[in-house]
Each structure stands twice: as structure tokens, then as C-alpha cells.
């Protein structure tokens, strides 16, 4: 009975909760979409509206990934590609990090650095690929350093921000308690930017799985990027259709997991 009571106390929370904001109406509410783009997608398929060679149904694309399936392709490149892009996120978001605690935080990194990165991120992410090619060869080298230049953006952009709007009478404060450094940064002025810190991370994320098609064309042979390049190529377009939901579905899943480190970091810091 002791059990029950927490129980009862949940659901009754959640009876009282606002509709719109209940976690069941989001989750029925974000597969309405979806649902319906597959129903209407059978529909016109079955119907003959679209020839098949065009847009192959959605039992199609289930078939194609049976068979990539059967023959142990398609859980090598979801690895694969799902490696690349945690690498290069993490190199990237760190190195984003570190640039925006600079210029966030130093009036003079903030002139000598702000400039050129600024420039930089105008350069469309395929403009990259023959430099890298030249630098470091065909290898993982160079596809997940281009992943990493795609991460790296969105945390130094919304950090260093971040870190020009801290309230100084925070900093003032942690000071006068003898902080300085690198323990100012991280006693005071990073939990005052956490929320600003997981938007850029989020973002990061998702320009990860942007820019690992790009990098895919650098001479890989595995990968869901490569396998999008490659139907292309042999006209399989079930494949390509495939590739697609895969990509859409592995990155809802990592933004995901970034929610819920954010909720945990919020709750640590705020």
C-alpha cells in the first residue's frame, strides 16, 4: 500500500498539469506529423500518382533496410557514422569551449580572434573538403576534423556571448574570495552560462550530423553519408530514403540524450 502513494500522487501531478503541457500530448502530438506524411506517402506510392522509380513506398524502404540488414551492412554504417559524429562533436565543442572562454572573457582575444572566426564560419562546410583532402590525406582524419569544424561554431558562438553578458557583480564577487583563472571560469562564469552552454551543444549536435554527409564524400567507403552518395550513384532511391530516416532518427536521438544532460547540468548548477 506504502507503494501506491507515490503513485497516486504522479498521476494525480499529471491529471492537474495543463494539457499542452503534458508529457503525453507532446509525444502523441510529435509522431502526428510523421504518421501522417507515411499515410499520405502509402497512399500516393500504392496509388500509381508517383511512378515507383521515383518514390518507392515506404514498404520499399522497410525491404531495403532488411536487406542491408541481412547482409551486416546497415548496422556498420550506422556505427560507423554515429562514431564519427560523437569524435568530432566532442573535439569540436571542446575546442569551442576553450575559444570562447577567450574571447568571452578577454578583450583582447576578443579583438584578435572574434574577426577572423567570424569569417570563417561564412565558409560553406564542402569548401573544407579539398583543403582537408590535401592536409590529411584520405582517412577518418580528415572526416572528423571537418565534423569537428561543424561543432565547433555553434558552442563558440552562443558561449562566447554568453560569457560578454555575465553579471560583473558575480565575477566582482568570486574575485573578492581570491578566484582568478581558470577557477573563476569554472566556479562563476561557466554555471552562469549552463542554459546558453546546452543550446550550443544542441546545435553542435546537430551541425555534427550536417556535416557528416560532407565528410563522408572524402573518399569513404562505410557510412550513412556514403551509403546516401552511393544510391545516388546507382539510383537506388529506397536506399536513399533510407538514409535519410536513419540520419533524421539518429539525430532526435542524440538531441535527446543532450535534453536530458541538460535537465541533469540544470539541476547541478541552477
Do not use: C
Request: positive net charge; aromatic residues 6%; charged residues 15%.
Amino acid at each position: 500500500m506504502g507503494g501506491d502513494a507515490p503513485a497516486a500522487v504522479a498521476r494525480a501531478d499529471a491529471a492537474a498539469r495543463p494539457f499542452w503541457t503534458r508529457r503525453s500530448t507532446r509525444i502523441l502530438g510529435g509522431l502526428l506529423l510523421p504518421v501522417v506524411v507515411i499515410l499520405v506517402w502509402h497512399l500516393v506510392t500504392a496509388g500509381g500518382l508517383v511512378p515507383a522509380y521515383r518514390l518507392p513506398g515506404p514498404f520499399a524502404v522497410v525491404q531495403a533496410a532488411g536487406q542491408l540488414l541481412e547482409n551486416g551492412e546497415l548496422g556498420l554504417h550506422i556505427a560507423i557514422s554515429t562514431q564519427r559524429v560523437v569524435i568530432g562533436f566532442l573535439a569540436g565543442a571542446l575546442v569551442g569551449l576553450a575559444a570562447a572562454s577567450v574571447v568571452g572573457l578577454s578583450r583582447l582575444g576578443d579583438i584578435l580572434l572574434s574577426p577572423t572566426l567570424v569569417a570563417l564560419r561564412a565558409v560553406p562546410s564542402l569548401a573544407w573538403v579539398p583543403l582537408l583532402i590535401l592536409w590529411l590525406r584520405i582517412g577518418e582524419e580528415s572526416k572528423i576534423t571537418l565534423i569537428a569544424i561543424g561543432a565547433f561554431f555553434p558552442v563558440y558562438t552562443t558561449v562566447a556571448a554568453a560569457l560578454r553578458r555575465v553579471d560583473p557583480h558575480l565575477v566582482e564577487a568570486g574575485r573578492s574570495f581570491g578566484l582568478r583563472g581558470w577557477s573563476l571560469l569554472r566556479t562563476i562564469q561557466l554555471p552562469a552560462v549552463v542554459p546558453s552552454l546546452v543550446s550550443g551543444l544542441r546545435l553542435a549536435m546537430a551541425q555534427a550530423w550536417l556535416f557528416l554527409v560532407a565528410a563522408e564524400l572524402l573518399g569513404a567507403s562505410m557510412g550513412l553519408g556514403w551509403l546516401l552518395s552511393d544510391s545516388g550513384t546507382t539510383g537506388r532511391v529506397d536506399r536513399i530514403l533510407l538514409a535519410i530516416v536513419l540520419l533524421a532518427l539518429l539525430g532526435t536521438l542524440t538531441n535527446a540524450l543532450l535534453v536530458l544532460f541538460e535537465r541533469a547540468v540544470l539541476r547541478r548548477w541552477l
